[in-house]
């Protein structure tokens, strides 16, 4: 456990806190007006290992070998110039900290979104420490400024226990469910109905998706993937057709991981769950050519999806039990699924696979393939 302090003073500025993996929707912007829920579980921070932030500079500004240097592979819209190494946690985890006046119009529509730099301050000295992102369509959030703060153990508590196993992983963790709710900004529940919310796909999913069909991508090396069907195929062949070339020869991708049979011989890209704690990725006994990671909680439901009912087989319930089996499942997603074209891009730009015409001509056509709704 750690708690984070003012560089400034050494006041406190968060309660005791867990390391958690960095999410993959960590920097998405979802939808137009959206209301999106908080980034991190209480009690848990994340650290971004690269600038993020103003400063920024546009493309013309970055000279290739730079770009280069950085792990950036393609133009791209802009680069942070800010330091590598925020931290965000939960806004309410956060302590000691107040709004700065002059700061709290910098928003793009609704809220805060924290592009002016930061906007939350030290009660004690008044250094500039974070910035809280509430602004519609991004993940509620507070980003400690990386040379605003530091990290120290919290009194008493060492590092932390060790992070748990993946059995205990597969006992303890939930899945994440495929499509959820998603609430307009300043969506008002009304007595036996909702108002201005629908169902569709998860951001969270749309946000792994993004990021683990970048890889895909890459590991196909411009030859045709086939995945399992189901759920898997949902997500993933779809775009898969669209972007590689049909016909012979082809690659066969699978799910591995804690509790799953070992895949066939065939397969060479196995899809694997990743750490929610550590962020590393499971290896299986015998490697394979390529691996591409989900987040577990998308893997886990892909692996092992849930019924959408417990609707009871057969006989009947015990007096005073209270049925369920009556409401209708939830409502499936109208469209179908696509993945989020900007955490895309932000993944496939730092592939150096990207330098191949074929990925770079995928990624050029980008805006081709949004219209066209693929993504």
């Not at 895949?263 to 060479?268: N, Q, T």
């Not at 369920?324 to 891009?345: M, N, S, Y």
Request: charged fraction near 15%.
């Amino acid at each position: 456990m750690f708690v984070f302090l003012c560089a400034g003073c050494g006041a406190r500025l968060t309660i005791p806190l867990s390391q958690v993996a960095l999410p993959a929707h960590a920097h998405q912007k979802y939808g137009n007006g959206i209301q999106l829920p908080v980034l991190m579980e209480p009690g848990t921070f994340a650290v971004d290992p690269e600038p993020w932030g103003p400063p920024w500079r546009r493309p013309e500004e970055i000279h290739p070998k730079e770009a280069t240097a950085r792990g950036v592979y393609a133009p791209v819209f802009a680069l942070s110039e800010g330091a590598p190494g925020a931290v965000v946690i939960a806004p309410g985890d956060a302590s000691g900290t107040m709004l700065i006046p002059d700061r709290r119009t910098g928003g793009y529509c609704c809220g805060l979104d924290g592009a002016d730099g930061p906007n939350v301050a030290c009660v004690e000295c008044s250094l500039p420490v974070a910035s809280r992102i509430d602004d519609c369509s991004l993940w509620q959030a507070t980003w400690l400024a990386p040379n605003a703060v530091c990290r120290v153990p919290a009194d008493g508590t060492g590092t932390g226990a060790a992070p748990l196993s993946w059995s205990e992983l597969m006992e303890t963790r939930e899945g994440t469910p495929p499509f959820e709710p998603i609430a307009a900004w300043a969506s008002r529940c009304g007595a036996g109905h909702w108002s201005n919310y629908w169902w569709s796909w998860s951001p969270q999913w749309e946000a792994a998706a993004g990021q683990a069909l970048a890889h895909l991508l890459a590991a196909s090396e411009g030859q045709r993937v086939t995945c399992p069907g189901g759920l898997v195929g949902q997500v993933f062949q779809r775009a898969l057709d669209a972007l590689l070339p049909a016909g012979m020869p082809w690659r066969r991708a699978a799910l591995a991981g804690p509790r799953l049979p070992a895949p066939s011989e065939d397969v060479s890209i196995l899809l694997v769950p990743s750490h929610p704690q550590t962020g590393k990725a499971w290896t299986p006994a015998v490697p394979a050519p390529y691996q591409v990671s989900l987040p577990f909680g998308v893997w886990l439901w892909l692996a092992f999806p849930e019924p959408d009912l417990p609707v009871p087989t057969s006989g009947v319930l015990p007096d005073g039990a209270l049925r369920d089996d009556f409401d209708p499942p939830a409502p499936h997603p109208r469209h179908l699924f696509r993945a989020d074209p900007e955490i895309f891009r932000r993944t496939l730009v730092r592939l150096p696979a990207t330098r191949s015409p074929w990925l770079r001509e995928i990624l050029d056509n980008l805006t081709h393939h949004m219209r066209s709704g693929l993504f």
